[in-house]
């Protein structure tokens, strides 16, 4: 199996800066993709940021500009640097992975953290 744990997030004013990070651990054979998705009170969880192996990335309209993600793949860990945060940022944010354990020949799995709140305060 594997987990995946985020640190950061808390309270910061708009027009702030963050930094969230998060690392992946257990019997991982390969990460294929590491990226943030947020998700506020009777919302769908949506996609802010994706980073694949090869140092591509993508990301969400509602960020481009603001956020950058990025990936150490040798610590198996993403961050999330958020700046110009705004109040409608706030969201809890998790880490999902997509990743292939070791034994598993390709069979890829999906994994999440336990998520992080974001509070943007105007």
């Known amino acids: 199996q594997a987990q995946l744990v985020e640190s950061g997030g808390g309270l910061v004013q708009a027009g702030g800066s963050q930094r969230l990070s998060c690392v992946a651990s257990?019997?991982?054979?390969?990460?294929?993709?590491m990226d943030w998705y947020r998700q506020t009170p009777g919302k769908q969880r949506e996609l802010v940021a994706r980073?694949?192996?090869?140092?591509?990335?993508i990301y969400a309209d509602f960020v481009r500009g603001r956020f950058t993600i990025s990936r150490d793949n040798a610590k198996k860990s993403v961050y999330l640097e958020m700046s110009s945060l705004r109040p409608e940022d706030t969201a809890v944010y998790y880490c999902?992975?997509?990743?292939?354990?070791?034994?598993?020949?390709?069979?890829?799995?999906?994994?999440w953290g336990q998520g992080t709140q974001v509070t943007v305060s105007s």
């Open positions: 999902h992975a997509n990743l292939i354990l070791q034994g598993e020949g390709s069979r890829s799995r999906d994994f």
């Open positions: 257990g019997s991982i054979f390969h990460i294929n993709v």
């Open positions: 980073a694949f192996t090869d140092g591509g990335t």
